[in-house]
């Protein structure tokens, strides 16, 4: 089986930067893939990391370290727009995604 | 161009009821799946098809779960003798293929079993 755990809440005010871990313990790994969900709509692709190290992709940074089952999420100069729920998912066979429960993320002004 | 798209974005039927969902994915993609997205939870996968056939249903929770994709588009998730427990967003993702890293989710139908 697989099991994902991220902090359920992360609070930050604009301009910021705000870090969002997960790790996870699974039979089964070829990536970690970062997702965002606003309140009622479709979860959207952020980014994915396949070998170890820092991917950067404009003010969202996703890193992973395979030997340590662990990977987070950077995301900087925050916006009132980033407030949204943030999910990490292991990649497994036929990409299929486990992903964990989200972290939602709220930036004040 | 367009995204994925689900029909209806609501459904509530009545326990015992059968319920069909729909799913268009993004033209061209091959690779599409269904998960299921409770209250405060992440998306949990259900099915995945490649083309035409269903290559790992080992997510689908019973027997009363069934999914189609008869000509490789357009795909049909079917839920028999619905229970109170099945009421969830049911999403719907495409993706172009196995060499993708990026799975386009559609908004979901809301389904509610009263």
Not at chain 1, 3 to 22: K, R, W, Y
Not at chain 1, 23 to 38: D, E, I, M, R, V
Not at chain 1, 92 to 104: A, E, P, V
Request: aromatic share 12%; charged share 15%.
């Amino acid at each position: 089986g697989q099991s994902l755990e991220q902090p359920s809440e992360v609070t930050a005010v604009e301009g910021a930067i705000v870090q969002i871990n997960c790790t996870y313990q699974t039979s089964g790994f070829y990536g970690l893939s970062w997702y965002q969900q606003h309140d009622g709509g479709a979860p959207t692709f952020l980014s994915y990391n396949a070998l170890d190290g820092l991917e950067e992709t404009g003010r969202f940074s996703s890193f992973l370290s395979r030997s340590d089952s662990y990977g987070y999420l950077l995301l900087q100069e925050l916006q009132m727009k980033d407030s949204a729920s943030y999910f990490c998912a292991v990649r497994g066979g036929y990409s299929t995604l486990t992903f964990g429960k989200g972290t939602m993320l709220l930036v004040s002004p | 161009g367009a995204g994925v798209s689900q029909t209806p974005s609501n459904k509530v039927t009545e326990k015992g009821k059968y319920v069909e969902l729909r799913c268009d994915p993004i033209s061209g993609h091959t690779a599409l799946y269904w998960y299921r997205q409770s209250l405060g939870q992440g998306p949990e996968f259900l099915i995945y098809f490649q083309g035409t056939g269903a290559a790992d249903d080992s997510g689908l929770p019973n027997d009363r779960f069934f999914a189609v994709r008869p000509e490789g588009s357009v795909s049909t998730l079917k839920i028999q003798r619905t229970e109170r427990g099945d009421s969830a967003v049911y999403l719907c993702a495409s993706m172009l293929g196995q060499g993708s890293n990026e799975q386009f989710f559609g908004p979901g139908t809301r389904l509610t079993v009263l």
